[in-house]
């Protein structure tokens, strides 16, 4: 979806170094964030309520959700048509 209205974001709940490894390793090209970020009391999986791993949560332009699930298949379908949408 490069080069489209489209952001890919990713919540990793590995320690930092490991998670570190695995951006570099897999040549992960979108943004990371830990899911307890340093300093920070909650964990993003918490305020998402996220249940299980991965979670795909597909946002619309007006950050309203349209999926939240484990079928990425389902996931990537939404996010497409909601992008196809857009361009049009």
């Known amino acids: 979806m490069k080069d489209r209205p489209f952001a890919l974001i990713g919540?990793?709940?590995?320690?930092?170094?490991?998670?570190?490894?695995?951006?570099?390793?897999?040549?992960?090209?979108?943004?990371?964030?830990?899911?307890?970020?340093?300093?920070?009391?909650?964990?993003?999986?918490d305020d998402w309520l996220l249940n299980g791993w991965p979670t795909i949560v597909v946002l619309d332009a007006d950050r309203r959700i349209r999926y939240r699930g484990l079928d990425c298949h389902e996931g990537t379908r939404i996010a497409r048509e909601l992008v196809s949408a857009m361009e049009d």
Request: charge should be positive; glycine fraction near 2%.
């Open 11 to 45: 919540v990793n709940s590995d320690d930092l170094d490991r998670a570190r490894a695995a951006v570099k390793e897999h040549q992960l090209n979108w943004r990371n964030f830990q899911n307890r970020p340093e300093g920070s009391k909650t964990k993003i999986s």
